[in-house]
């Protein structure tokens, strides 16, 4: 996220501006460091559970920050691409937060925010296809497409869950993880695209890529792994589930 502001913009603004920066870029650099500790950890162990509780809020940190800052600088992309990190990242907390076999109000309600970031990234792919050379606010048209596919697919779980009256089993930890991983790789892949937060002797290399794409490994083994595993849960596992940061405030 890049605020841009006028050179005679008031004080008080410019004091916000500086503010949300920080928050904004101390949530992406802790999100990023945790989230990586969390996906190398051993699932279920200590050391798992510290770096997952520090990256969901880090993350609702950094994603919050974006998604209230940058439509006041008219930054679309980045305003919709900090409510979906959101989304996923709080949906993916809640998959593991509430009991088994359970909906509520939280999830109708992040079902409704997955229908608004579809329908904002499908409009910025179409208002951004009618700009010159297809760019909306510094990013190809074509980014909102490919999130508005992430994010319907994140919808249909969504409807899903809640039709069958909730998760259960090796269903709940992959929405769990998923979802986070998602949520790590677009941050290193907004990481990639902001050439002032990278060391100058990597600015424009294809090597800036490389960390989203071993995410977006790393989850495909593990959805696999999940999904071949014993239906019966093992101690590691029912720690795993165990590691929500909070308890007892869905509704």
């Known amino acids: 996220m890049i605020l841009h502001l006028a050179p005679g913009a008031p004080v008080v603004l410019r004091v916000l501006a500086e503010t949300a920066l920080a928050l904004h870029v101390s949530g992406a650099t802790v999100g990023l460091a945790s989230g990586t500790v969390a996906l190398i ?75 608004a970031v579809v329908a904002g990234d499908l409009a910025i792919g179409v208002v951004g296809g009618r700009m010159p050379k297809g760019v909306l606010d510094g990013e190809p048209s074509q980014v909102g497409y490919v999130f508005a596919v992430v994010a319907t697919l994140a919808l249909i779980g969504d409807l899903r869950m809640i039709r069958q009256g909730g998760v259960f089993g090796r269903q709940r930890i992959a929405r769990h993880l998923w979802r986070m991983c998602a949520a790590l790789a677009i941050a290193w892949g907004s990481f990639a695209g902001q050439p002032r937060a990278q060391p100058e002797a990597l600015r424009g290399s294809l090597w800036l890529i490389t960390p989203a794409l071993l995410v977006v490994a790393a989850m495909i083994f ?3 792994r999940v999904r071949l595993q014993s239906p019966r849960k093992s101690p590691k596992t029912r720690a795993a589930m165990s590691a929500a940061p909070m308890h007892g405030v869905l509704s």
């Open 41 to 115: 950890a051993p699932k279920g162990r200590r050391l798992h559970q510290v770096a997952g509780t520090t990256f969901f809020l880090a993350m609702l940190t950094m994603s919050g920050v974006a998604a209230v800052t940058a439509p006041l600088f008219s930054d679309r992309v980045s305003a919709m691409m900090g409510v979906f990190v959101f989304y996923l990242t709080a949906t993916a907390w809640a998959a593991v937060q509430r009991p088994a076999g359970q909906v509520g109000r939280f999830e109708s309600g992040a079902a409704l925010a997955a229908v």
């Open 222 to 224: 593990w959805l696999i």
